[in-house]
Antibody, heavy 119, light 108 residues
Framework: QVQLQQWGAGLLKPSETLSLTCVDYGGSIRGYHWNWIRQSPGKGLEWIGEITHSGGTNYNPSLKSRVTISIDTSQNQLSLKMSSVTAADTAIYYCTRGYESDWPTSNYWGQGTLVTVSS | EIVLTQSPGTLSLSPGERAILSCRAS???????LAWYQEIPGQAPRLLIYGASQRATGIPDRFSGSGSGTDFTLTISRLEPEDFTVYYCQYYATSPRTFGQGTKVEIK
């Protein structure tokens, strides 16, 4: 049973680096397609980027220069790092996974982490 | 990059009525790799439809998806109280896997 749990710092100052972690307590992180998605207050869903089941990464062009998505297989953890945050990065951040290994859809979602950027 | 445009922005309907939501892509969506998500207040969104017309696990059959190419539709046959929320389409054939801006279904 997929059980996604995520965590990370909820309050950042402008220019700091956002760092979030996601684990699947029901199984292995490895071999699946993972996404990070965010939702700013009162706004829609925004796809941040992904790490594919084969380990490749792709990012939203508008965020690409600041984002890194990676997997630590030894810790069974997925991570998101976003540098030089501003108030515009205030949002709920979600890790998501597809139903099958190579599915890029978001069948399973973490509980979400609210990240607030404020001086 | 494919841009998805959802319409209408807001749909005002009564419980029991049918809702028809539209999602138009700026280019043809190969393989019908188009999904629909439902926003759930206080929770993570949930996947309703993938492959343009396949219901995800556990989704009631009042939700249906259709369409191909550049025009896709989510239909809710009879609105239940919990269906009044925001819906998003997503293109997922290739990166970037963009979302539409959302359609809000509100109680009339």
């Amino acid at each position: 049973q997929v059980q996604l749990q995520q965590w990370g710092a909820g309050l950042l100052k402008p220019s700091e680096t956002l760092s979030l972690t996601c684990v699947d307590y029901g199984g292995s992180i490895r071999g699946y397609h993972w996404n990070w998605i965010r939702q700013s207050p009162g706004k829609g869903l925004e796809w941040i980027g992904e790490i594919t089941h084969s380990g490749g990464t792709n990012y939203n062009p508008s965020l690409k220069s600041r984002v890194t998505i990676s997997i630590d297989t030894s810790q069974n953890q997925l991570s998101l790092k976003m540098s030089s945050v501003t108030a515009a990065d205030t949002a709920i951040y979600y890790c998501t996974r597809g139903y099958e290994s190579d599915w890029p859809t978001s069948n399973y979602w973490g509980q979400g982490t609210l990240v607030t950027v404020s001086s | 990059e494919i841009v998805l445009t959802q319409s209408p922005g807001t749909l005002s309907l009564s419980p029991g009525e049918r809702a028809i939501l539209s999602c138009r892509a700026s280019q043809s969506v190969g393989g019908n790799f188009l999904a629909w998500y439902q926003e759930i207040p206080g929770q993570a969104p949930r996947l309703l439809i993938y492959g343009a017309s396949q219901r995800a696990t556990g989704i009631p059959d009042r939700f249906s998806g259709s369409g191909s190419g550049t025009d896709f539709t989510l239909t809710i046959s009879r609105l239940e109280p919990e269906d009044f929320t925001v819906y998003y389409c997503q293109y997922y054939a290739t990166s970037p896997r963009t979302f539409g801006q959302g359609t809000k279904v509100e109680i009339k």
